[in-house]
Each structure stands twice: as C-alpha cells, then as structure tokens.
C-alpha cells in the first residue's frame, strides 16, 4: 500500500463545475496534510495546506480532512480550464519541530477543465 | 529574484558521467530539501538540510549520489556515474522554520540519461 494514494485520472469537469479530488493516506502520525498544482512541465506550486478535522475555503478552493477516516480532499469551485493541471496531495508529520520535514506525495490527480 | 532558483533547467549525460545540480534557495531560508520526480509520479523526498546540516537522508539515496549545503547557502546535489534510471526531474525547495506551512519549489532541473 502506498503512503499516499489518490486517482490517478483524467478528472474531466466542464467549465463552472466543480472538481472534486480525494486523497487517502496510511500514517495516522500523519497532521500536517497540504494540496499543490503542477502544470505540465512546472513545478509544484503550493495551494493550500490543513491541519484540522473539518473544512478550510481559500476562494474557489476547499480542502476537507478527516483524519478518523485517514482522508483529505480538495474541490475546486467555478472550474476554469486554467485550472487544468495535475494536483498533488502531501502529507507530513507534522506540524512543529518535531515533525520532522519531508513531504510524502500522492501520484497526482490529473484534472481537464472542458470549456 | 526571490524564488528558488536551479541550475541547470535541463541536463542531457551519457549513461556513466558524473553530473552536478546547483540549488539557491530563498535568501532567508535556513531549510533545503531535493526532491526527485519521474513522469507521472509524485515528487520522491530524497534529502534535506537544516543550515549547512544534511538531517534526513532517504534510502533512495545511494551511494552515488551526494548532496552538500555549504555555509548554509546553495545545495549542490552530485550523481557519480549516472545510469538511465536517473532520469527524471530534480527538484529543490527551501523553507523557513518548521513545515507548517509546506514549501517553495524551484523549476527543477530535468536530467536525461542516454
């Protein structure tokens, strides 16, 4: 079993829709949980990060957790087709000192946005 | 420029040369991490400094490669003899303090092994 797993997709929405990727992880040490974007060819770009059971808005992002479940998700609102990109789901340790500092990814969740 | 920066952004070696990636982190960043990604995986933790201090190593990590941080600024990440399955994207972060609020990626160096 992998670390971190999510769909591997294609994730296809139309335009205005909304967009809904899950992450599932196996350490339950696991609190620091946080999602990236990567265009094709770039780098991961940082989209937002949770740390408690519930749910955190940044604009047309959501991200859920619920570590009971040892699950975390992010929807993404108003679906654009710049928001075509793959999203990569992380986990650490964390948070604090004592987390120690690697990220463990997910393979990524490719997701078309269809105008 | 106040981003990661790495050099080179592409690198094409011939199976068994040595190659050598350099990180400039963000100025007042004391923690640098390399990680490695190959084509439709995720980013695969391969080592991390606090200051100049190599603290985490992974078991990806053998013996042909090296990385240093030294006086704490840029990282140089080494790979002696290089093989195919070196291929992949390079990629540093850096960050400042404890993880809480995850990391800054630099656009990587790509390196193909032929």
């Known amino acids: 079993q992998k670390e971190v797993e999510q769909n591997s997709g294609p994730l296809s929405v139309p335009e205005g829709a909304i967009a809904s990727l899950n992450c599932t992880y196996s350490?339950?040490?696991?609190?620091?949980f946080f999602w990236y974007r990567q265009y094709s060819g770039k780098s991961p770009e940082l989209i937002m990060f949770i740390y408690s059971n519930g749910d955190k808005e940044d604009g047309r992002f959501t991200a859920q957790l619920n570590k009971a479940s040892q699950y975390v998700s992010l929807l993404i609102r108003d679906s654009q087709p710049s928001d075509s990109a793959t999203y990569l789901c992380a986990v650490n340790r964390g948070p604090g000192e004592a987390a120690g500092n690697k990220l463990t990814f997910g393979g990524g969740t490719r997701v078309l946005v269809k105008p | 420029d106040t981003g990661v920066s790495q050099d080179p952004r592409h690198k094409i070696t011939k199976r068994g040369q040595n190659v050598t990636f350099r990180c400039d982190p963000i100025s007042e960043h004391n923690r640098l991490y390399w990680y490695r990604q190959t084509l439709g995986q995720g980013p695969e933790f391969l080592t991390y400094?606090?200051?100049?201090?190599?603290?985490?190593k992974s078991r990806l990590l053998s013996d042909r490669f090296s990385a240093e941080r030294p006086k704490g600024s840029f990282s140089t990440l080494e790979i002696q003899r290089t093989e195919q399955g070196d291929s992949a994207m390079y990629l540093c972060?850096?960050?400042?303090?404890?993880?809480?609020?995850?990391?800054?990626f630099g656009s990587g160096t790509r390196l193909t092994v032929v």
């Open positions: 972060a850096s960050s400042w303090g404890p993880l809480d609020y995850g990391y800054t």
């Open positions: 350490d339950r040490g696991s609190q620091s």
């Open positions: 400094f606090q200051n100049e201090a190599q603290l985490e």
